[in-house]
């Protein structure tokens, strides 16, 4: 019998629990005994107005304000067709940020399809994957969502949910909160809402974050993990079809690597989509009857592909669990146990929306990856995504190594080494201009080689290409150039100095 680990919905401060429907969002704290996060309170939201521009120097918010009035735009990053990297500069609580984002590696497999519940693509709806958007070092990551971009960037100790439409010039700004409001048509007053800006500057850090050796085979090497997802009924509702759903499944999953790649070298790809109510098809979890009921039912369903793991995402939070999923381990449960174990999967977990919905479902794919709470210096106290405070270790959202790595890599090792078709290793595709997983630069034009970057690695003590798509901050010797934002007002400067050719950046805090 698979050991279960759920995910709890801490009440907010006031007790307050939200109805169904009402103008609010589920409590954001969340948790689970191996396989849940906890999330911080969720803050009020306001708006501001941004700027974004391309490498061509492109305005983006006009362009896309024109495109709108045409027409058009319910893609607008894609038709925009940004060459990146992309500026994006706005001002919150008096902080200036200025922002390079570079493209990130995908979350769709090349294969990735929209299926019935026989495994068949639907042709009517296609995945079509629109690009990610990362700064690494100074913990930002959007997608495009709903025409505009979507995701997170870090601001002190407190994390931003931003919302950016460029056909409005208006970015939406939520404090430790995702922004699932506008699909639930939930509108929060204007708020003083202030985060500390003077606490740990540090929230996505992968550079600061200990990558895992000695876990598993060739673990040097980044694998990427096969998944399927299921959204029912109750949370496609939100959506205004398979575009909106699929969007917001990369975002959840981008987000939610920049837990698992810089840690355990682990990508989590989506290959397959289902979606019972765009086939007519009513499997017995597409209706929200209880978290555990809806596992048991998801676990005895007949999958439609053979995939490493089976998600299930709903909007069916009242109160208590939030999430759901069986601990993996070294026999036959957990992540890669395809077959069936007499009636049931076992590689199968449950994550309902809520105000951190990617931290939930972090922490519900760790559990089938097998790891357990992290309680052992106090339940909320230990910290790491396995703890039930607020997912941060160290002022960084990561694993807790020290409670959680001798948890997974067992378990990671075992169906390594027994071969799971699920797991293949990441191949960036070198010359595409994308700095993906494994590589550190990358040429203009769709070379494979330029100055100090051969098959798109830097030479011995060179730290960028100047040849790259975004070279103009790489110096001619290879070094980098100091290039740093600070118009910002005297006391709150956020500065960033922008690696070219290579996928992370530096970045500092500096007080007047």
């Known amino acids: ?113 929209i299926v019935n ?168 979890w597409t209706d929200c009857s209880g978290i555990a009921g809806q596992l048991d039912s998801l676990a005895s369903w007949d999958q439609p592909s053979r995939q490493g793991l089976w998600h299930l995402f709903d909007d069916c939070w009242v109160s208590g669990t939030i999430g759901l999923a069986n601990r993996g381990d070294t026999s036959s449960n957990g992540m890669c146990q395809i077959d069936k174990v007499g009636a049931s999967h076992t590689n199968v977990g449950v994550t309902w929306v809520s105000a951190d919905t990617w931290l939930t479902f972090a922490h519900e794919g760790s559990a089938d990856f097998g790891a357990d709470h992290a309680f052992e210096n106090g339940q909320g106290t230990t910290g790491g995504i396995m703890d039930y405070g607020d997912g941060k270790h160290e002022g960084i959202y990561q694993f807790n190594t020290a409670s959680t790595k001798d948890d997974i890599c067992p378990v990671v090792a075992y169906r390594v080494d027994q071969g799971c078709e699920a797991i293949s290793n990441f191949f960036a595709e070198c010359g595409n201009e994308v700095v993906e997983e494994g590589e550190e630069c990358e040429c203009a034009g769709g070379a494979t080689s330029c100055s100090f970057c051969s098959g798109c690695v830097l030479h011995a003590g060179k730290e960028c290409t100047p040849d790259a798509p975004d070279g103009q901050c790489c110096n001619c010797d290879g070094s980098f150039k100091s290039s740093y934002h600070t118009s910002a007002p005297p006391g709150n400067i956020w500065t960033h100095r922008f690696k070219s050719g290579v996928s992370s950046t530096y970045w500092r805090h500096i007080r007047g």
């Not at 704290?29 to 941004?50: C, D, K, Q, T």
């Not at 984002?101 to 090349?110: D, I, K, M, N, Q």
């Not at 690009?131 to 709903?146: M, N, T, Y």
């Not at 694998?223 to 499944?249: N, P, Q, Y």
């Open 117 to 284: 519940g026989r495994g068949e693509a639907v042709p009517q709806h296609r995945v079509t994957a629109q690009p990610i958007f990362r700064s690494e070092k100074h913990g930002a990551v959007l997608s495009p969502v709903d025409g505009g971009l979507r995701g997170l960037v870090r601001m002190g100790g407190s994390l931003l949910d931003v919302e950016a439409d460029p056909s409005t010039g208006t970015l939406a700004i939520a404090g430790e909160a995702l922004a699932m409001e506008r699909a639930a048509g939930f509108t929060a007053d204007e708020g003083e809402w202030m985060p500390d800006l003077h606490g740990s500057a540090r929230i996505f850090d992968p550079g600061a974050v200990e990558r895992w050796t000695n876990c598993y085979t060739d673990d040097h090497i980044t694998r990427a993990l096969s998944m399927g997802v299921s959204i029912g009924s109750t949370l496609m509702a939100r959506f205004t079809g398979a575009e909106d759903a699929t969007e917001w499944l990369q975002s959840v999953f981008a987000m939610a690597n920049m837990i698992y790649t810089p840690q355990l070298n682990f990508v989590l790809m989506i290959d397959q989509v289902y979606i019972p109510t765009l086939v007519g098809e009513h499997p017995g």
């Open 1 to 113: 019998m698979p050991r279960r680990l759920a995910a709890l919905a801490a009440l907010c401060a006031a007790g307050a629990v939200p109805a169904r429907g009402a103008a609010a969002e589920p409590p954001a704290h969340v948790g689970s005994s191996g396989g849940g996060a906890a999330a911080p309170e969720a803050g009020r939201r306001w708006s501001v107005p941004f700027s974004l521009r391309d490498a061509g120097g492109r305005d983006l918010v006009a362009e896309a304000a024109a495109l709108r009035r045409s027409g058009g735009g319910r893609r607008l990053m894609a038709e925009l067709g940004p060459a990146p990297p992309l500026e994006l500069n706005f001002t919150a609580q008096g902080v200036r940020f200025s922002l390079e984002l570079h493209r990130a590696g995908p979350v769709f497999t090349p294969r990735a399809r």
